[in-house]
C-alpha cells in the first residue's frame, strides 16, 4: 500500500497540468517498511529527455538521482520512487517503462487529459523484472 | 578497499546497506566481487554480461562509460556509486 497525502497529489497533478502536453515528473521521498510506503515529500526534477520526444518521453539526469538521494539519507527518509505523466494516455506503464524500472521502487503514473490530471495510479516491478503490479494508492 | 554507494531500491539486496567495501583493481573487478557476494543484485545490474543500459556507475564525479569503462582502475581510496538513470515513457 502506498500512502499519499492529497496536499501532495494536488502539487503532483499542478506540475504535470503545467509541462502537458510534454511529460513531467519527479521523485518520492518518504518511508519505507516492507511493502508499505509512506510519501512525505515530492520534488519536481525537469525533464531532459529531447525537446522533441518529451511527448512520450522522460528522463532525469544521474546528478538528480545522487543529489535527492544524498538529501532523503541526510533527512533520514528514503528515495521510495519516482513519479511521471503519460499525457493523454492512461496511467499504465509503457513497456519502455518496465524496461527502465528497478524494483522495490514505486513508480506513480498521472493520466493528463486536455491538460487535466485524470487519473492516478502506483505500481511497482516484480523482483523478476517482468511486469509491473499496481499498487493500493491511499489518499490521506 | 574501494567503496561502492548502492541506489536506495537496491539495498534491500545488499542487507539494507547503503555502502558496501569491495575489492578488485578496475571497476568490472569490484562489481563483480559485489555481485558474487550480492547475487540477488546481478539480475538488475546487468543483462547477460553487459550492464544494463539504465545503469551508470560514477567513480567520484565520472561516469565510466566517459572513462576506460569496466576496465576503468581504481585504488583502495575509490568511492563507487551506482545510479539508476531514471527514464519513462
Known amino acids: 500500500m502506498i500512502e499519499l497525502p492529497r496536499s501532495l497529489q494536488g502539487r503532483i497533478h499542478e506540475q504535470l ?14 518511508r519505507q517498511d516492507g511493502e508499505a510506503v509512506t510519501i512525505v515529500d515530492v520534488h519536481p526534477v525537469e525533464n531532459v529527455f529531447e525537446t522533441e520526444e518529451q511527448h512520450h518521453r522522460y528522463a532525469m539526469t544521474p546528478q538528480d538521482w545522487a543529489r535527492m538521494e544524498d538529501e532523503a539519507d541526510a533527512r533520514g ?16 506503464p509503457s513497456e519502455y517503462d518496465r524496461a527502465h524500472a528497478l524494483p522495490n521502487f514505486v513508480y506513480i503514473i498521472v493520466s493528463v487529459r486536455g491538460g487535466q490530471a485524470a487519473e492516478t495510479r502506483a505500481w511497482r516491478l516484480t523482483d523478476d523484472r517482468t511486469v509491473f503490479d499496481e499498487q493500493r494508492l491511499l489518499l490521506l | 578497499m574501494a567503496s561502492i554507494k548502492i541506489p536506495t531500491p537496491l539495498r ?58 569496466l576496465d576503468t582502475p581504481i585504488d583502495d581510496s575509490t568511492k563507487l556509486r551506482i545510479i539508476p538513470a531514471i527514464a519513462g515513457g
Do not use: K, M, W
Open chain 2, 12 to 69: 534491500q539486496y545488499t542487507g539494507n546497506n547503503a555502502e558496501i567495501t569491495v575489492s578488485g583493481a578496475t571497476v568490472g573487478e569490484a562489481l563483480n566481487d559485489l555481485t558474487t557476494r550480492y547475487p540477488a543484485l546481478r539480475p538488475h545490474l546487468y543483462d547477460g554480461d553487459q550492464l544494463r543500459n539504465f545503469v551508470n556507475v560514477f567513480v567520484g564525479d565520472e561516469d565510466i562509460r566517459f572513462l576506460y569503462e
Open chain 1, 77 to 92: 527518509l528514503a528515495l521510495v520512487g519516482y513519479y511521471h505523466s503519460h499525457p493523454d494516455h492512461p496511467a499504465v
Open chain 1, 17 to 30: 497540468q503545467g509541462t502537458y502536453p510534454n511529460e513531467g515528473g519527479g521523485f518520492l521521498l518518504g
